[in-house]
């Protein structure tokens, strides 16, 4: 009997050592997340590829744009559950300065995946290839790689594809890096299904900690949101109103801010971004900034005729050279510029004319490559001009301009800042949109 009683003792210590050493030689480690697995970029991206697809409807449509009812979020959504991909969740990229990126997808069921891969090689010349260990599918020439695991798909194009593939496969739950973390937790453009979010150190030595780009569409424009934000308060801020051309076609820029402070605030991300500007072409920046008073205005649209001297040589019949100076016609662009101005304005014309940047001809001047122009100065306001007159004016409230570029125009606003944030937006054309995907 004791012998029965101690056996059954030794086995129910047994299930009780099992039960609680068990942890120590099982993974009960929940699984990394696709944040958990993302390398860091440049830029960083989240994506709800359904709720794009469902937002451009509209606009592919309205278009014609062949093969739109591939984009369709019903057609997307059947093609990627029957192939184990989950469009539902956000997918996430990354992106580099130097063209390299890559992204990752949620997985359903990693067992459809093959037969996907297997449908693309009948279109793709698409090869299979194993590193460490791991199959990965090559797109021929392109540099750009296809893998996946039970719970992830990750698509690649550069030449890191071993360094990012181990990160994705061998990251651990928390393992997210310290930029996506800031990313995750940023509050600006939280619920938009379309962000981008850059820190990377060319933002930086501007002057700003966060650039962050969002986008909104509807049948015929597609506008991209931008918001940047700086450590420390900025030297501008926007003016109530301003003079400007009053001319609405062609190309058009209006600037109007306080800008007194940021004659001395060299490192305002602004002054920086000024200066890299004026660089180019030995500009006086500090000269300008102390007699501009922050209303600036440039206009250019359409032709005008002007005479152009032209030296014409010709040889006799005794072989004698002799040169002639010959007025002919030439269309050249018509422009204007104009910028508020107070008494320093003579320093920086003087500026100007020393480093040629604005040079006499005659009766006339010419900024660098620019045709004749005249120029207007009035104690308030300087004008540069190509017509005969000085163009219309008007008072505008509004930052920004338009752009025209292969028949297309482009709009960019200032929406608004303050001390350490500032808000704008890029108003693209369907046209034009179309004929920036088409570059890539």
């Given at each position: ?18 039960f ?23 830029f960083l ?52 300065e ?13 067992s459809?995946i ?44 550069g ?54 780009f ?8 597609f ?6 934000r ?5 030297a ?7 003079l400007?051309?009053?001319?609405s ?36 920046l ?8 922050g ?38 662009p018509?422009?204007?510029?104009l ?7 003579h ?11 604005l ?82």
């Amino acid at each position: 009997m004791a012998r029965k009683v101690f056996f059954i003792l030794f086995l129910i210590s047994l299930l009780v050592g099992f039960f609680y050493f068990r942890p120590l030689w099982t993974n009960n480690e929940p699984p990394p997340s696709l944040l958990d697995r993302i390398p860091s970029g440049d830029f960083l991206g989240r994506v709800y590829l359904l709720d794009v697809a469902r937002e451009s409807t509209p606009l592919t449509y309205h278009n014609k744009i062949p093969f739109r009812d591939l984009f369709s979020p019903e057609f997307m959504l059947a093609q990627a559950k029957s192939y184990g991909l989950d469009l539902q969740r956000p997918a996430y990229f990354f992106a580099n300065e130097t063209g390299e990126w890559g992204a990752l997808v949620h997985v359903l069921d990693s067992s459809k995946i093959y037969s996907g891969v297997v449908r693309l090689q009948k279109n793709i010349d698409l090869q299979d290839t194993i590193v460490g260990e791991q199959k990965v599918f090559s797109f021929k020439g392109k540099q750009s790689y296809l893998t996946y695991g039970k719970d992830w798909l990750f698509v690649y194009k550069g030449g890191n594809l071993t360094k990012w593939m181990y990160h994705v496969i061998y990251s651990k739950k928390g393992d997210v890096t310290k930029v996506w973390k800031t990313f995750d937790k940023e509050k600006q453009f939280k619920n938009e299904k379309l962000v981008v979010y850059s820190n990377y150190k060319k933002i930086s030595q501007k002057g700003f900690t966060t650039a962050m780009f969002a986008h909104d569409m509807d049948s015929s424009n597609f506008r991209v949101k931008i918001y940047m934000r700086t450590k420390n308060a900025l030297a501008v801020s926007p003016k109530k109103e301003g003079l400007s051309f009053s001319n609405s076609t062609g190309k058009l820029l209006n600037l109007h801010f306080n800008m007194h402070k940021l004659r001395t605030a060299k490192n305002d991300p602004y002054y920086k971004m000024m200066q890299g500007l004026s660089k180019r072409v030995s500009f006086p920046l500090q000269s300008f900034l102390n007699a501009w008073e922050g209303d600036l205005s440039y206009y250019q649209g359409g032709f005008i005729n002007v005479k152009e001297k032209i030296i014409e040589t010709a040889v006799d019949e005794n072989f004698n050279v002799s040169e002639k100076v010959v007025l002919k016609d030439k269309k050249v662009p018509s422009f204007a510029l104009l910028f508020s101005i107070n008494d320093k304005i003579h320093d920086l014309l003087y500026q100007l004319f020393v480093k040629g940047i604005l040079r006499r001809e005659e009766n006339k001047l010419r900024f660098l490559f620019s045709p004749p122009i005249k120029m207007n100065l009035t104690p308030e306001t300087v004008y540069f001009y190509s017509s005969d007159n000085v163009p219309m004016t008007t008072t505008t409230t509004s930052n920004g301009g338009v752009w025209t570029y292969r028949g297309a125009r482009y709009e960019f606003h200032l929406d608004s800042m303050n001390q350490k944030e500032t808000f704008g937006t890029i108003n693209l054309p369907a046209k034009g949109l179309f004929q920036i995907l088409r570059t890539f």
